[in-house]
Structure formats: structure tokens, C-alpha cells
């Protein structure tokens, strides 16, 4: 049973980084990218986690708004750039801060649930 769950979350993972990856490469808009991505990006999160721990965590969307929003304020204080930059660390960081993005990891989290 925890074999096949975690083969459901493992493959829900893989969808979602792909979706999100097709949306950073290829979607220049002012809704999918910016919003969808950012409610999508938590899913992916929880999801990735789900495959290390099949059994639901009480708190794990909780925990994973909390990173989400650590990541967050690490683009307000431009931690991609503190490290020296570079494409793919300013990808997966980020580089500009919003509280809409917040916004975005809160619904995202409300799906979850």
C-alpha cells in the first residue's frame, strides 16, 4: 500500500516539474506564469514530499506554505544574487519578491487540503 502510494505521488511529481517546466521555458503571459506556476509550484512541493512520507503529516501543507514563503522573502533579499547569480539559481530561487506570489503558495496550500 505505501509502495503504491508513493508511486501515485512520484508520478504526480514528475507531471507537475514537468508542467512547471514547460511553463517557465515556453509561457510568457500575465496569469499562467506568474500566477498558476506559483499555486502549482507548492502542489509540486507537497507532492515531492508525499513520495518520502506516503502517510499524510498533519501539518506537511503547512510546512510547505512556511518553505514556500522562506523562499519567498529569500528573493526579497536577493539571495540568488548573494550566492553569484547564474541562470539556473535565479531559477529555482526566484528573483523578485511579491506578496501576490504569497497570495499564489496560499491557494495552492488550500488545494492541497
Known amino acids: ?10 508520478s504526480l511529481s514528475v507531471i507537475l516539474f514537468f508542467i512547471e517546466l ?5 509561457v ?8 498558476f506556476g506559483d ?10 514530499v508525499r513520495v518520502v512520507f506516503p502517510e499524510k503529516p ?6 510547505v506554505f512556511i518553505f514556500a514563503v522562506l523562499v519567498e ?9 548573494l550566492l553569484g547569480g547564474g541562470v539556473i539559481l ?4 526566484g528573483t523578485s ?3 501576490l506570489d504569497i497570495l499564489c503558495y496560499f491557494i495552492g496550500v488550500i488545494l492541497i487540503y
Open 73 to 81: 522573502v529569500l528573493q526579497y533579499l536577493d539571495f540568488a544574487e
Open 58 to 63: 498533519k501539518l506537511l501543507p503547512i510546512y
Open 28 to 35: 510568457r503571459d500575465r496569469f499562467i506564469r506568474p500566477y
Open 22 to 26: 514547460f511553463i517557465a521555458l515556453f
Open 97 to 99: 519578491f511579491s506578496w
Open 1 to 10: 500500500m505505501l509502495k503504491r502510494k508513493r508511486l501515485v505521488y512520484l
Open 90 to 93: 535565479s531559477t529555482i530561487i
Open 39 to 48: 499555486v502549482l509550484v507548492v502542489i509540486l512541493v507537497y507532492t515531492a
